[in-house]
Structure formats: C-alpha cells, structure tokens
C-alpha cells in the first residue's frame, strides 16, 4: 500500500468508477460507486479539506483506495 495525491487518486477513481463520499451524519470518508443510501457524494475539494483537517492521507493498493 503506497501513500497517493489528491491528483492520482482522481485517476485511479475515474478508472474504477469511484466516486468521493462521507457517511451521512459523519466525516468517514471513503469511495463509492453509488453514494445512495448511507453515503452522499462529497466533492474532490471538500475530500481534500477533509484528509487535511484530520491528517489523514489516501492510499492505493492495487487499485484499491483507502483512507487512513
């Protein structure tokens, strides 16, 4: 698992059909392809200001993302 931009993590969504979202009622952060029901679509600039604010950093492992 390496550590990723914003940029490459826009990449590698795109080809995945991952779009950013957070928890309702929560700032859990994650990647979806449908953020209907329990997550509702956040924007890449509020993704950002949210891994900053809690020194969180996004990670690729094979494709996959995560939010650490």
């Known amino acids: 698992m390496k550590e990723i931009t914003i940029e490459e993590a826009k990449k590698v969504a795109e080809r995945r059909s991952l779009k950013p979202a957070r928890l309702k009622g929560?700032?859990?952060?994650?990647?979806?392809?449908?953020p209907a029901g329990r997550y509702e679509e956040i924007s890449w600039q509020e993704l950002e200001a949210l891994v900053?604010?809690?020194?969180?950093?996004?990670?690729?492992?094979?494709?996959?993302?995560?939010?650490l």
């Open 26 to 34: 929560t700032e859990i952060l994650n990647f979806v392809k449908d």
């Open 52 to 67: 900053k604010k809690h020194g969180r950093r996004i990670n690729e492992d094979n494709g996959w993302l995560k939010i």
